[in-house]
């Protein structure tokens, strides 16, 4: 199947801004500035005591821009920029000015695809969604193309991904009922890790000691030491991959301890149980 980019991860393929706008006016610059300088002397705030008056350097930007904006009623030419001028009526002398160009209104329904080129947009297309149709597109080549293999290759797809409360329909039914005995074998891959993952848990059971501190084993130090050979064997084996960058994929693939539990104890006895959970995405 052809690569398609979802809007996350794909840049738009419309010129380079700078390329459509071109150098600015050098002289049109110079003559603006001219004006603005000339008000300087109306503008210090330091010290305090000065009362700048800043709507004098407003009137020289809104001179230049109110011809290009959508405000008829306020010296406006009809478009495309926005320009609001705003002042505290306590303060006549001092406003603001903001300036908008702004996008083309878009209505976007994310429960619905977009397709704009190679741009896919809409709810699920970088995550479960996008990866289900992946899948299946994959076994349906497979169908068609009928390759021999030497290994037999399993799609699963799961209900209840992320509902730890209602068990026995999802993934731990099939696991019990042993839909997944041939998976065994490996490898397998989980492939939907933007909203989900595979956990993963360490944990050490000893005996706490408060006296013998020489021959006691440190739970929670041995647990650091194991986490710490295991991450590195994971980041060796799965390394950043050159699509991600491609792609402007935020996060390669992590292992990450999330949580971290022992049974309790006086600050000084040294713990004799701890359990490290994580997951890996």
């Not at 407003?58 to 001028?85: C, E, I, K, Y």
């Not at 080129?117 to 299946?136: I, N, S």
């Not at 960058?245 to 004799?272: D, F």
């Amino acid at each position: 199947m052809a690569p398609l980019h979802s809007s996350s991860m794909s840049a738009c393929s419309s010129p380079l801004l700078k390329d459509v706008i071109g150098d600015l006016d050098r002289h049109s610059y110079v003559a603006l500035l001219t004006k603005l300088i000339g008000e300087s002397e109306y503008v210090q705030n330091n010290p305090p005591k000065y009362k700048p008056k800043e709507n004098r350097v407003a009137r020289h930007v809104l001179d230049v821009l109110l011809p290009l904006s959508t405000t008829p009623n306020n010296g406006g030419g009809g478009g495309p920029l926005v320009v609001q001028h705003i002042t505290n009526p306590k303060y006549p002398e001092r406003g603001n000015v903001i300036a908008e160009y702004p996008a083309p209104a878009t209505k976007f329904n994310p429960f619905s695809l977009s397709v704009d080129g190679d741009r896919l947009q809409g709810r699920g297309t970088t995550d479960c969604l996008g990866h289900v149709a992946l899948v299946t597109e994959l076994m349906k080549r497979l169908g068609e193309t009928k390759p021999k293999l030497k290994n037999s290759i399993y799609a699963v797809f799961i209900c209840n991904e992320e509902n730890g409360e209602v068990t026995g329909i999802g993934v731990d039914m099939l696991a019990k009922e042993r839909y997944l005995d041939a998976l065994k074998a490996g490898p397998l891959y989980w492939i939907d890790v933007a909203i989900s993952s595979l956990h993963w848990q360490r944990r050490d059971d000893h005996v706490a000691s408060q006296s013998n501190r020489k021959a006691a084993i440190n739970a929670m130090e041995l647990n650091m030491e194991a986490l710490k050979v295991i991450q590195t064997r994971f980041y060796s084996d799965v390394p950043p991959l050159p699509e991600e960058e491609k792609y402007k994929y935020a996060t390669p693939s992590t292992m990450k301890p999330t949580q971290w539990t022992y049974r309790g104890g006086s600050v000084n006895q040294i713990p004799g149980q701890c359990e490290i959970s994580g997951d890996v995405r």
